[in-house]
């Protein structure tokens, strides 16, 4: 197949925007971590870095909170997982909703919820002796909660692929259902597992959150960098250190597309889809855990809804609204809430565009083989980056007055690059994989009847993964209304945003507004995965006509094909 | 519909890289026909089909549409209408405008709406214009992609493998009905196929092809009877391919062994060639009538006829396949009988080593 110079430029042109958002910040980042204070190169940063007194206890925090929060959350995830993929519960749909709750929200509320409960003048601290949770447990429990529907996701989708067939054959010869699951489940969604614990791992390390608000002295590595950056003005120290976040995250990476290499490889045609049937005893012990683990995180979004409404918790549990009126405090107030509903929409409309221009260029246009499988490897990258080494190193490029983008500097402009490079990898892979599944023939039918090119991806191409780019609109949005990592760096005077100000309201200790301000981007975001859901399903129903309509349509034609 | 256009293909090749897809080819559909482009996979016939399509461009030789070199033409250029063998129809507009995607820009709204209902008459779906293809069996999409392939009133049509995707029973319907289309329409017609029996069918013309180059271009008939190669002979319909020599003028030795008279032509006397045999040639005589001594080693009822297996006295590996009608009793396994090969039914072409052939009945062949 000849590759046509437009194609080409495309493929190129959605690269060269990667190189400049990402490849070259991260470039920046490397360079800077060995950029001695009187600018020459050297290893200086990096030395005064790893030799600072407060390092190896951060260092070592870090690492136990990643472990225990990975040990705690995997388990946790695969059970969730097994129920909703595996066996016959009922309301599996209200369960996922509540699983994934914590994908809707900033990973800030937990954290604060757990300070209502048990903080210095928690509802239940009074129950453990007045020991509060701030330090290592209280980050613990709040990025347990945090990273679990990440985990829950994948798990999930590699639990998902399972073949009937194996299932059938271990049941006549014998196998219990355990030991199915020994023999079967467990080493089919092993890959699965490990990109799970990966992904995990590299959530908790990079997260800013949950060590500002419940950490007390509990030292971790994002701390380090935020206190490098906003304390100490010392980019070397924090481009070193971001150097450290990175590298879990590109071992994230890589497991995951090891997991969907296996999930490929273990459906094959010929496989007959599982249908998971009744079992009492295994239903209900699963179902049980299941349901402790929705209603949890349930209750850690009510706590915090509560503590936003009562007068002053928890002396005056009497109903008001006063923790909204949010211009009372400093933060940002509403017009906070709005710029991050601004900041959402903008990132979804740049990025939906741009992801789908990009899966469209490596998956289908007839660029080079070479430039589309250079694009869909540079794709993957900004799911390696930590969203607090994306700041620090758009900081580093984007400050530089030489630099033919540091128009965008200071301004919404960064706002919006960076949370569509944060969140790019997946709103790339959902288009890609949507693309994927269209018909490989389309192209040449439209050339053959005069009407390929861009003419078709307008009217056929696009509109066939409708679905799919609403998915993609509605995570980009939630992506950037939650963030904090990846824009509190960025944020100009003028412009506060809502998941920023929740933070520095925490700071202040306006906890209650703060509670408000959170609960606000949660309903803020419920809307608009309703709004999606909505969306998707007129499109699916334009779609697909009736079973009536089409037994009717046979009627008329009276094609006998067709009865059968 | 403009008149019949014919197709010429000259000195065709291409290579992907290292690999050579097409080696050299050349044929004409003549006009108003319809040519089949058969082969095992991988022979290189739906590249063929693609550089006529102009969806790639051949590394050498050329193409003729209509006596027109169309080699440097894009596919819309070519007036050349594909179906494909998804069909590719688009799924999220109406069959109507699926039909109306390809037609002149300069058509009005009414112009189009009225050979759009022309088009649905044509291939038999009347009034079915507003329907989503998905709410179309696989036979009606069928229709409505070759629908779409005449609305730009293409000169030539491409057919990829149309019947592929149809179930067994719905496909021998319809490819009559393709059929009877393509000649009431009179547009000249290249279908790539790898079902034999379906080019034997419908095709006027056959074109064989193996590892990129073309075996055979003849009517159905010619190459059924005398086809051009061991390899035409094992792939259109079942055939015995036997390794013989020719022991001397007019007769030959089957496995070397034993003598039967053949047209033995051209070749020397002790030219090792190959005899291809229609199992339906081979005579049976359950008497002691004259022929080759075989046992029958297995037996198998297809309907109107019986397929039997024999292996020839004293020979090994001396297995033939035979075809005989239901109707005449059959001997039982095990049965000594005598096998006549007629000198008229034997093909016989140079050379003795093993073809590797697809057996028009996999069980048969076993």
Redesign the interface.
Known sequence: ??SRLADNAAAIAAMGALAAFLLAPLAALALQSVTADDGRVGLAGVVRYLTSPGLAHSLTNTLALAVAVVATVIPLALLTAFALERTALPFKGFLTAAAGVPLLIPSLLPALALVYLFGRQGLLTPLFGGRTIYGGQGVYVADVIATFPHALVVIRTALSAADGRLYEQAALLGAKSWRAFFTITLPGVRHGLVAAATATFSLTIADIGAPKVVGGTFDVLALDIFKAVVGRQDFTVAAAASLFLLTPSLFAVAAERMAARQRAALISSRSTPFTPTPNTVRDIAVGAGAWMIALAILGVLGVCQMAALVTRWPYDLSLSLAQYDLDRVDGGGWSALTHSVLLGLSTATLGTAFAFFAAWASERSKAAPALRQALSAIALAPAAVPGLALGVAYVLVFNDPANPLHVLYGGFGILIAVSVTHAFTVAYLTCAAALKAL????E?????????GAGLVV??IA??CAPALVEVFIYLFVAATTTVSAVVFLYPPDVKLASVAILNMDDAGDIAPAAAMGMLIVYVNLCARGLGLVAQTLIQRR???SAA??AA??A??G?P??A? | MSKAASVRVQGLARRFGPVTALDGVGFTAPAGELTCLIGPSGCGKTTLL?LI?????PSEGGIEIDGQDVTRL???QRG???V???Y?L????TVASNIA??MKRGLSAQEKAARVDALLETVG?P??GQ??P???????QQRVAIA??L??DPKILLLDEPLAA??PQ?RE??RGELKSLQHRLGVTTIMVTHDQDEALAIADRIVVMRAGRIEQADPPETVYNLPASAFVAGFVGAANVIPAVVSAPGQIQLFGVRSLPAATGDFAIGARVTVCVRPEAVWLDQGEGRGVGARIVSRQFAGATQKLDAILEGVARGRVSLETPSDRPAPPIGALVHLDFPADRLRLFAGSEEVAFVPQDEVAWT
């Open positions: 197949m000849k018909d490989a023939e389309f040449a039918a439209g050339e053959v009847l005069g009407g390929g009217r056929v509109p066939l779609r697909s006509p309509d089409a349509d046979a008329v034609s094609d094909a067709r059968h | 693609r399509a102009g969806l790639d461009a894009s596919p819309a050349a209408g594909m494909f063998q998804s590719a688009f799924p999220n507009m995607y390809g779906l009034g079915l329907r989503l998905g709410a179309l069996s696989g036979g009606q779409r392939a609305a730009p149809l179930d719905i319907r319809l």
